[in-house]
Structure formats: structure tokens, C-alpha cells
T-cell receptor, first 111, second 113 residues
Framework: DAGVIQSPRHEVTEMGQEVTLRCKPI?????LFWYRQTMMRGLELLIY????????DSGMPEDRFSAKMPNASFSTLKIQPSEPRDSAVYFC?????????FGPGTRLTVT | GQQLNQSPQSMFIQEGEDVSMNCTSS?????WLWYKQEPGEGPVLLIA?????ELTSNGRLTAQFGITRKDSFLNISASIPSDVGIYFC?????????????FGAGTRLTVKP
């Protein structure tokens, strides 16, 4: 199995620009999670989906953040407009039960 | 509430030494997971624990689900340089849904050859 796939691995953008992060979960997994990791706050859950439906988005910091899962094999996390404080590593994870499997992450830098 | 306290925050050890780290909570947890994260990569699942008292090994790694259901520990025996990384505990609170996962702040392990 290829594992969870994320793209891009690195993104550098200017403040105010739109950023789209992409995730392909492990085939057959019915849960998909988006996390953000920073030195100050550690791993934070942003949103998760079950069977493509958003279940809990209480961790999404602001309206500038949005996530979609149009089908079982693809999800996006969009930030519009981006701000320097959004700089972090964003992880996607998927699961079938309790065990979550993480992708390699997207390192986002907003200048 | 239901936060995980992971300790120690960091460890500097000599190759060959054994390592022990733990996670505690004030609340009961259903599941404990241990992950390792290397620089530039995502966390990788090492061990999953589902029952109080359960002791599980994965090579040189051993983890236990505490009897009180409020703690877990991870031991690494005979450490080697490639054990370097950040180790995270994660758990599902008893009162949460199946996907309410809490993460500890991590233990940063450095192994000197």
C-alpha cells in the first residue's frame, strides 16, 4: 500500500495568496483527518471526515480555512487568504478504526 | 480537559542504553497509541494498545496500557542511533467518540553513538 499521499511536500507563498493542500487517504479507510503541527502548539486536529462527510470542524482556526472531500480518495485543505501565522506543517491522516496513519506532511511557509 | 501529559520532554542517551517514557491523564482512556516522528516526515504508528494491562512489543520497543487506564509507557531497549526522533503518545478518551484522539507533546530522543 502506498500509504497516505500528500502534495505538495513544500509550499512557499506570499501573504494574501490562496493555498491548497491535497491528500489521498489509504484505500478503504473511511475516516480522514487534517492536522496542523507547530513547535508552539504541537499537533492540532483541524477537521475530520467520515465517509466523505465533515464530522467535526471545531479545530478549524478561522473562516479562512476550508476543507472538502469530494470522494473517498481525495481531500483538500484550502487557506484563503493565507497569513504568516499559518506557517506550519499540515498533516493528513486516515483510519479504518482507532489507528490513524499519517502522510508525510506539507510544510507551508507564508512570507 | 482530558489532556495527555508526556514525559520527559527530551532525552539524551548513549547508544546501547534503555529508554523509558510515559504518558498520563486525569481521565480514563480506551486506547493508547505510540508514534515516532523523524525530521521531515509524518508520525509513524509503532504500537497500539486496547486493553488495560496489555503489554505489547514491536522489536526492541515495548509498550503497556496502564491498569488504571490513565497512563501508558513506552520502553526502548538497547538504543541505536536510528532511534532518534520524537515519540508521541496518543489516546482516545473513554467519554469521546471513536475518533477523538488526543496527542501528547512528544519526547525528543537523541542517541549519541
Amino acid at each position: 500500500d502506498a500509504g497516505v499521499i500528500q502534495s505538495p511536500r513544500h509550499e512557499v507563498t506570499e501573504m494574501g495568496q490562496e493555498v491548497t493542500l491535497r491528500c489521498k487517504p489509504i484505500s478503504g479507510h473511511d475516516y480522514l483527518f487534517w492536522y496542523r503541527q507547530t513547535m508552539m502548539r504541537g499537533l492540532e486536529l483541524l477537521i475530520y471526515f467520515n465517509n466523505n462527510v465533515p464530522i467535526d470542524d471545531s479545530g478549524m482556526p478561522e473562516d479562512r480555512f476550508s476543507a472538502k472531500m469530494p470522494n473517498a480518495s481525495f481531500s483538500t485543505l484550502k487557506i484563503q487568504p493565507s497569513e504568516p501565522r499559518d506557517s506550519a506543517v499540515y498533516f493528513c491522516a486516515s483510519s479504518l478504526g482507532a489507528e490513524q496513519y499519517f502522510g508525510p506532511g506539507t510544510r507551508l511557509t507564508v512570507t | 480537559g482530558q489532556q495527555l501529559n508526556q514525559s520527559p520532554q527530551s532525552m539524551f542517551i548513549q547508544e546501547g542504553e534503555d529508554v523509558s517514557m510515559n504518558c498520563t491523564s486525569s481521565s480514563i482512556f480506551n486506547t493508547w497509541l505510540w508514534y515516532k516522528q523523524e525530521p521531515g516526515e509524518g508520525p509513524v504508528l509503532l504500537i497500539a494498545l486496547y486493553k488495560a494491562g496489555e503489554l505489547t512489543s514491536n522489536g526492541r520497543l515495548t509498550a503497556q496500557f496502564g491498569i488504571t487506564r490513565k497512563d501508558s509507557f513506552l520502553n526502548i531497549s538497547a538504543s541505536i542511533p536510528s532511534d532518534v526522533g520524537i515519540y508521541f503518545c496518543a489516546g482516545q478518551p473513554f467519554s469521546g467518540n471513536n475518533n477523538d484522539m488526543r496527542f501528547g507533546a512528544g519526547t525528543r530522543l537523541t542517541v549519541k553513538p
